[in-house]
């Protein structure tokens, strides 16, 4: 993707953002309740947890953009894929920006909303039976909305270079989650069935 492709998206990329994080923090909002089930807060903290530690255990930084490459995602969408949508943007979202925050701060609230809106894409469409299908579909929009969220943030706060680094290093991260962390999270819900289901 070049300078002039992405200068033809400018307008697109603050809306983008904003939309993201309206669909986020509404649908959180909506089932605030649910977060009142002992289960669910204490899987919900348990996958945060466990998104924190994958995120951090390999971090590449990239210098035009202030971020870094990392496989969080794996995570996020494994947790996504087994316990649903409110887990899944829960530990997405709260997990991911607790390591911003150790090292990239600036980056924190940013994360909370795209890798939040990841899982929660995620565990949408991998609510119910195990379906391969839509769970291939679920960890592909939500791989997207990832790639295309921290592109979007990237060029308005670093210009095309930032963009373009963002792109390569962001479609990495979600190939990896959509083949390890979907594929993963696929057999493991079908072999324990709905023992493993919240939402």
């Not at 649908?27 to 945060?48: D, G, H, P």
């Not at 496989?71 to 709260?94: H, K, R, S």
């Not at 706060?157 to 989650?177: F, M, R």
């Amino acid at each position: 993707m070049d300078e002039a492709t992405l200068q033809a998206y400018v307008p697109y990329f603050k809306a983008i953002v904003v939309i993201i994080a309206i669909v986020y923090f509404g649908y959180i909002f909506l089932n605030k309740e649910k977060f009142k089930v002992a289960r669910t807060v204490a899987i919900s903290a348990v996958a945060a947890a466990l998104v924190t530690a994958m995120t951090m255990v390999i971090r590449i930084p990239i210098p035009a953009s202030q971020g870094y490459l990392n496989f969080g995602d794996i995570m996020i969408m494994l947790v996504a894929v087994l316990f649903g949508p409110l887990v899944g943007g829960f530990a997405g979202g709260v997990g991911s920006a607790i390591a911003d925050l150790i090292g990239y701060p600036s980056w924190a609230l940013f994360t909370l909303i795209i890798k939040g809106s990841e899982g929660l894409v995620v565990g949408y469409f991998s609510k119910g039976e195990p379906n391969y299908s839509k769970i291939l579909i679920g960890t592909v929009l939500g791989g997207f909305i990832m790639v295309l969220g921290y592109v979007s943030v990237s060029y308005v706060l670093y210009g095309p270079a930032g963009a373009i680094s963002e792109l390569y290093n962001d479609t990495v991260q979600a190939v990896s989650g959509i083949v390890i962390g979907g594929g993963l999270g696929y057999i493991l819900k079908k072999r324990l069935g709905s023992s493993v289901s919240l939402l």
